[in-house]
């Protein structure tokens, strides 16, 4: 198999603690291409295997503490582990040794002296065949921890000699000299993960041991429906006649080792009674979750019940929001055009008297002015010989020409409210485009103010026949609210421009322009992004009915100078043609 078929690069927890030969494997592995990771023994590659798990693990048989086939049975024993493979090297050729390795869960055996080759082979197979499910880190409990043992030992010297011996195999291990000490430590440890095992002197002269066996048991007994720990009694003497032992089991004790226990046998039953209570453990988590899994079937099925009652109940709701919701859609609409239609109404009555006011006055002022020009024209030669009276004369004349232009600027602005207060007169007419938006630039100088400024880049034919609102009402809204949005000095951008059988009149500013998501709200009535006070949010709104009108489309973007685009789009139709529309002459084009 190539090593494309390979994880790349496969990933190897080395266990070995020896460190010549670590080194030698790791250049070995490395060499074809793997990624090894070493531990120095069983306890340090079970905190490892709490994170990523590797692609395979080699592991000498003979290592400190607990040993190699120790090691296989708890990768056996756990969720996450279960399906790793795991590879035991030794220097020994004993068969007796193969074979527990075997046992334990190994997936193969090879001898430290079978050569490059050998090892080479079997790690590649091992890869070839291996299946890694990692289920993360701590997944419903299934990480590996040392074995906490509290021991209970008077004997300072023996104290010690358990303790290192129990260590020795990867145990976690607090010793105490007292029953009072141990059952603080018992009460200290409720609240955390707690014990696994007690082992204690069950026959010595410091303190009763059969006594605190039977208040250990008792202890756990509180502890039945979680995890409770293991009595594991060490006597003083043989156990003749069996009475010491059914005295330790009657107390409390899951097993009893005599005197003549070497340190070996006690390493060995104490293994035994820790892997039982990590199975008890396991077994625990796992009727827990299967647990939870079935009370959550069950609950699944009675929401589905639920449901399926609630579909019609839902569905009848959805209906009646639906509709209520187009019947609010369209109150608004009506809303808003009723607003429209009463403010346009007012305001065409506002303007036209107002333009009427000012107009008779100023024809007045008008006429007289052109008698003042004259009467000033006559008296340049009467008064040649005067000085002083020429100069005021000339003064005179400059005034009287300024008043002039103020007074034309004046009917000027009198003829645009006239044209703008008759914005619904006539519905669809032939409109002049240039002039009609003239006419609201016109009107909107205050605006501007001489710190905005209009650019007209007007394409399209001239005319179009259209309602003069279009025009009138929706540009003015559109360049209204582009100097409101403008701060300081910027420009607005007014195009036109004939695509196909469309009339397109686009309008940009430079000024911050349209988030994405005020866009899809820019144009419902009464929505507006000005302050209390300064803004009644139907300019817009109102644009977008009158181009609804018009059969057209108004869309809103970012414009070349990174400010807001509005685009207005019209059809070109006529009164009966399909597309009725009259070019300019070349002179009069903008």
């Not at 340190?263 to 820790?274: C, E, H, T």
């Not at 008890?280 to 009652?309: H, K, P, T």
Request: net charge negative.
């Amino acid at each position: 198999m190539s090593e494309a078929h390979l994880p790349c690069p496969a990933s190897i927890l080395l266990v070995e603690d020896s460190e010549t030969q670590a080194l030698q494997l790791r250049r070995l592995l490395e060499a074809e291409g793997f990624s090894v990771q070493r531990a120095g023994t069983a306890e340090e590659a079970l905190e490892h295997l709490n994170g990523t798990l590797p692609d395979l693990v080699i592991a000498d048989y003979h290592l400190p503490g607990m040993n190699g086939d120790e090691l296989s049975r708890r990768l056996r024993m756990n969720v996450r582990t279960r399906a790793l493979p795991v590879l035991m090297l030794t220097d020994a050729q004993e068969q007796d040794l193969e074979r527990q390795g075997l046992e334990s869960g190994a997936d193969a055996y090879v001898s430290k002296s079978a050569g490059r080759d050998v090892i080479q082979l079997r790690v590649r197979a091992l890869l070839r065949s291996g299946v890694k499910a990692d289920l993360g880190g701590d997944v419903m409990g299934t990480s590996f921890r040392r074995a906490a043992i509290l021991l209970v030992e008077a004997g300072a010297t023996r104290r010690l000699w358990l303790t290192q011996l129990l260590r020795q195999d990867g145990y976690t291990v607090e010793a105490v000299a007292s029953p009072e000490a141990a059952l603080d430590r018992l009460r200290e440890g409720s609240d955390g993960p707690g014990w696994d095992c007690v082992v204690l002197n069950m026959t010595g002269l410091d303190f009763d041991g059969m006594a605190l066996c039977r208040e250990l048991d008792a202890r756990r007994g509180d502890l039945a429906a979680a995890s409770p720990f293991q009595i594991i009694g060490l006597s003083g003497e043989a156990m003749s006649g069996g009475t010491l032992l059914a005295s330790a089991f009657e107390a409390g004790a899951d097993d009893l080792l005599p005197a003549t226990s070497g340190a070996d046998a006690l390493r060995l039953r104490v293994r035994a009674v820790v892997r039982r209570k990590l199975l008890q453990d396991e077994n625990r988590r796992i009727g827990g979750e299967l647990r939870a899994r079935e009370l959550a079937v069950v609950r699944a099925q009675a929401e589905a019940a639920a449901a399926e009652s609630r579909a019609a109940i839902a569905e009848a709701l959805a209906r009646a929001s639906t509709e209520l919701e187009a019947a609010n859609q369209k109150l608004r609409d009506t809303q808003a055009k009723l607003v429209q239609a009463a403010k346009m109404a007012s305001l065409g009555e506002l303007v036209a008297g107002i333009a009427h006011e000012i107009n008779n006055p100023l024809a007045f002022i008008l006429a007289h002015q052109g008698t003042v020009n004259r009467v000033l024209l006559q008296l340049g030669p009467m008064l040649e010989s005067n000085a002083a009276g020429l100069a005021l004369l000339e003064k005179g004349r400059r005034r009287a020409e300024s008043m002039t232009l103020g007074l034309e600027r004046i009917r000027e602005l009198v003829l645009n409210l006239r044209k703008f207060s008759r914005l619904e007169d006539s519905g669809f007419q032939q409109v002049d485009v240039p002039e009609a938006i003239g006419t609201v630039v016109t009107l909107l100088t205050h605006k501007l103010s001489g710190r905005i400024s209009v650019v007209l880049e007007l394409e399209a034919p001239r005319t179009l026949f259209c309602s003069p609102a279009l025009l009138n009402q929706v540009v003015m809204n559109i360049v209204s609210n582009a100097a409101d949005a403008i701060e300081g000095i910027g420009s607005i951008t007014i195009r036109t421009r004939q695509d196909g059988g469309d009339y397109v009149i686009e309008v940009s500013d430079t000024g911050p322009g349209v988030s994405e998501e005020l866009r899809e709200r820019i144009f419902e009535p009464f929505f507006t992004t000005k302050p209390t006070g300064s803004g009644t949010g139907l300019g817009l709104a109102i644009a977008y009915n009158v181009v609804q009108a018009h059969k057209g489309t108004i869309t809103v973007d970012n414009g070349p100078a990174g400010g807001a685009r509005f685009t207005t789009t019209i059809p070109v139709t006529g009164p009966s043609d399909p597309i009725l529309v009259r070019d300019p002459p070349q002179d009069e084009r903008r």
